[in-house]
């Protein structure tokens, strides 16, 4: 391994690994963890795609039904962290993000290029988590108003790997950045 103290390379790891996430359905940074906060405040996880991510504009893009219950939790407190284990990297990356909503028209673009068959994933009738009387009574309306993109503004990047000695660091957006190494 190159200079184990070079905050700027851990950082471009970091982006390596969640990059290979949106273009390899294989890569570990392609189903992070997304947890958000209910409006009781108690906490909420649950598995996503990762559908992008832009160093340039310090963003992560994942889709969901806009009738499933972490859009109540979202409006209600609109942050998540983002949580991904990368083995073969031996790296945890988690990412604290403040989130918004888009629907509708604003995201015609980005619905014209869903798959037929992800389409499904948009528009369960009733919506996701309502009791119903056997597995399957249940449609998918796969409809574009139900289509949300959630934009996550990553306020901090903390990176942890697990080689023969532990290393950890946090970047935040409102230094550029920088990075500072912490206690594993
Ligand atoms: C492999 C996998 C990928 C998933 N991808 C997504 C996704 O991209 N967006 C999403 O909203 N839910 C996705 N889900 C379903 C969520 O984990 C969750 O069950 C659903 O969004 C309802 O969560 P909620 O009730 O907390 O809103 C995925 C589940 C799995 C197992």
Not at 20 to 38: E, I, K, L, N, Q
Not at 80 to 91: G, N, S, T, V
Not at 104 to 113: F, I, S
Request: glycine residues 8%.
């Amino acid at each position: 391994m190159s200079d184990p103290n070079d905050l700027a390379a851990f950082l471009d790891l970091g982006w390596q690994c969640l990059t290979r996430g949106v273009a390899d359905r294989r890569a570990a940074a392609r189903h992070p963890s997304f947890a958000t906060v209910s409006p009781e405040g108690r906490p909420e996880a649950r598995t996503v795609v990762l559908r992008g991510a832009s160093r340039s504009a310090g963003t992560v893009e994942v889709h969901t039904d806009g009738g499933s219950d972490k859009m109540a939790s979202l409006r209600a407190n609109p942050f998540a962290q983002l949580m991904i284990w990368d083995e073969k990297a031996k790296l945890q990356i988690r990412l604290s993000t403040s989130v918004e909503i888009a629907q509708g028209a604003e995201v015609a673009d980005k619905w014209q290029k869903v798959p037929d068959g992800s389409r499904m994933a948009y528009g369960a009738s009733p919506t996701p988590g309502t009791p119903i009387p056997q597995a399957h009574a249940y449609d998918k309306l796969a409809h574009r108003d139900w289509f949300t993109v959630l934009t996550c503004r990553i306020e901090s990047v903390e990176l942890m790997q697990l080689l023969d000695s532990h290393r950890r660091a946090v970047f935040r957006a409102e230094d550029g950045w920088l990075g500072q190494w912490v206690v594993p």
